[in-house]
């Protein structure tokens, strides 16, 4: 690659700070923008300022969409533009008290020697800096740093403030982690249902061995009936906007269950629908909870008739008893061993009840809930 068409990065903060965007620092102590680095008039000095040469460059600088500096080598300022006086707060005039480490953090005159030498050989340099406004606060900036050949070496510092672009790049991030690590999975697919973006989750509950093997398939390929992916893109046409719904999913090794589809429009920027994002619930378990739930209340169905059975037996040994009681007193002794046996098993049969009667009451108990455990 050609040396001329080279660039030098240089990073002079974290591409993260640790410090969120949206908080806004603190002036720095001691600083005092309106009388910063003010230096003593000499005798028949015009008023300060930075030297407005009348070269052909100048009305070009002045309309620079980037606030735009102009050192000399070490590291003075010598001229500005009119974004640079708006983006830092600075008069021209106090611009020219200033060097380029009270602007930019760590741009000291060594750097600025060192980003000289550099553009001698290459044609750019950029740097991820920290800018500090007249006000103390600063602000995370891009620079690009290009030599203005003069009568003297002169270094020229566009600088772009990016915190808009890092708070979006944080928010992106912040959604991206969210979509990563959702226990649900989220689909994206366009007006043809194919799969545009599919998350980790989309992956791991339809048994695929990553979320990239379904991008660019159609949506139907989840599904048992593939047909239903159309349906879910029919259901948001006209007013709708938002559609629920079950279906009956596949995955990858066959096996069939049910998921939830929660579905939304996804629109462009101009607000045209381009497909839909849906939001894919695994219903498995919610499946088995409602069997086990249904088989527990048949169990307690079963348990409820047993225990009326029970009662009615309970009830004819007590009538049997009484039926036994007067033969008990027969001159037959026959008779009388007959009702001393059978009051044996009324007896047996009557404890026999009563562990019965032991068991529904445990099984037919509402259970005790248990206290809430601390976890760690």
Known sequence: ???????????????????????????????????????????????????????????????????????????????????????FGYTPAQFSHLTLDRIVSGADSDLVRTLYENLRRETFTLMQASCTRADGTRFPAEVSVSQLRLSTPHLCFLIRDETVRRQTDEMLRTEHNALSNASDAIVVIDLQTKIEYANPATARIWGYPTA????????????????????????????????????????????????????????DSDGNVIGAVLSLSDLTERDRVRVAEHDAESARDALQRLRGLHESVVVNVSELEAALRPLADSGDPAVRAAVASAGGNLDALRSVMADAEDLFAAALAPPTPEPPRATL
């Open 1 to 87: 690659m050609d040396k001329k068409s080279a660039t030098m990065r240089i990073d002079l903060i974290p591409e993260i700070s640790d410090t969120p965007l949206s908080e806004r620092p603190q002036a720095v102590p001691g600083f005092a923008p309106s009388v910063a680095r003010a230096l003593p008039a000499q005798p028949g000095a015009a008023a300060p300022g930075p030297s407005r040469s009348l070269d052909s460059y100048g009305e070009l600088f002045q309309n620079i969409y980037d606030a735009a500096i102009v050192t000399d080598l070490h590291g003075r300022v010598r001229d500005v533009n009119r974004r640079a006086t708006a983006a």
């Open 212 to 267: 990239g093997d379904l991008v660019g398939n159609p949506f139907g390929m989840l599904l048992l009936n593939p047909d239903d992916g159309r349906a879910v893109i029919d259901s948001l046409a006209g007013e709708t906007y938002d559609a629920t719904g079950v279906a009956i999913a596949r995955r990858a090794s066959g096996d069939a269950f049910r998921i939830e589809i929660r579905a939304s429009c996804n629109r």
